[in-house]
């Protein structure tokens, strides 16, 4: 492995040496334009033909699978006219407490005694599909893994009217393959029968991720020979499709490129990269 010795103290900012907007693989910023496979594309479409029908699901699969992105596609897919999405990005709240973020996502007043949080909460969900511009609630729980028996039994209290036999929101529990595994289990048969289907998302093969740097690079304002195709190629066999583990090795390789002062990332860049060796 070649060592190098240079010079940083004269170096412009990283953000000027390589002439983008905003960071490629930065948290920091909305991307303006959310990319998913295509085959993550066929289930967002079923997803939202699911909830026009009020249907319930979950969506599960490995960390850096793309449940996130999915989640923020199809928010900003759905009419705000005609769904009122609600996400609890962690569900590793107490029952009570679940209850109150959710309360509070909603908009629902969570203070006062008599009427318990959970019944107001129900309220409110029935007025917003019953009212002169009903909406259809949307409740999306994030790290659903954690969740308590409890607050899953009161969760799915709130998919159905009191007064009527008709839905009154929609469920979408996203969480890893702990979650596809629990609902399998005897005592949570009767909250998994109340979902239509648990899907499962992959990670990506190395052409998709290939587009998905490609995408961070466009959204990101980078010019697109930032990565060399053979360093790609090595970053898709490396993080084996892994959103998070591609986002990590790319800016790891921008931070190794930029120290050894290289406007694009090569084989070479990742293989004399100390962290890449020992990381492998």
């Not at 594309?41 to 033909?49: C, D, G, V, W």
């Not at 309360?103 to 005694?113: D, I, M, S, Y």
């Not at 309220?123 to 599909?129: A, F, N, R």
């Amino acid at each position: 492995m070649r060592q190098l010795s240079i010079d940083t103290s004269a170096q412009l900012p990283i953000n000027d040496f390589f002439g983008w907007k905003h960071h490629p693989f930065a948290d920091t910023y909305q991307q303006h334009k959310l990319w998913v496979p295509s085959r993550d594309s066929k289930q967002l479409a079923t997803i939202k033909r699911l909830l026009h029908t009020g249907k319930s699901m979950a969506l599960c699969g490995p960390s850096g699978a793309g449940k996130t992105t999915l989640l923020h596609a199809l928010i900003a897919d759905l009419d705000k006219n005609s769904y009122r999405p609600v996400l609890v990005p962690y569900a590793g709240h107490p029952r009570n407490g679940l209850t109150r973020i959710l309360a509070q996502a909603l908009g629902v007043e969570t203070k006062g005694r008599g009427v318990p949080l959970i019944t107001r909460v129900q309220q409110y969900l029935e007025d917003l599909i019953n009212g002169a511009n009903p909406r259809h609630p949307v409740i999306i729980i994030d790290d659903a893994q954690l969740l308590e028996n409890e607050s899953l039994w009161d969760l799915s209290s709130l998919l159905f009217q009191t007064s009527k036999q008709t839905v009154a929101a929609s469920l979408i529990l996203v969480g890893d393959d702990t979650l596809a595994k629990r609902l399998e289990l005897y005592t949570l048969v009767p909250i998994r029968t109340r979902l239509t289907t648990v899907m499962k998302l992959q990670p990506m093969d190395e052409q998709e991720t290939r587009i998905f740097i490609e995408k961070r690079l466009e959204n990101g304002g980078a010019t697109q020979d930032l990565f060399a195709k053979e360093a790609i190629e090595i970053i898709a066999a490396y993080t084996g499709g892994n959103r998070r583990n591609i986002m990590n090795i790319a800016t790891m390789a921008l931070e190794e490129a930029y120290y050894r002062q290289e406007k694009t990332i090569t084989a070479e860049t990742l293989y004399d990269a100390e962290w890449f060796n020992e990381s492998g």
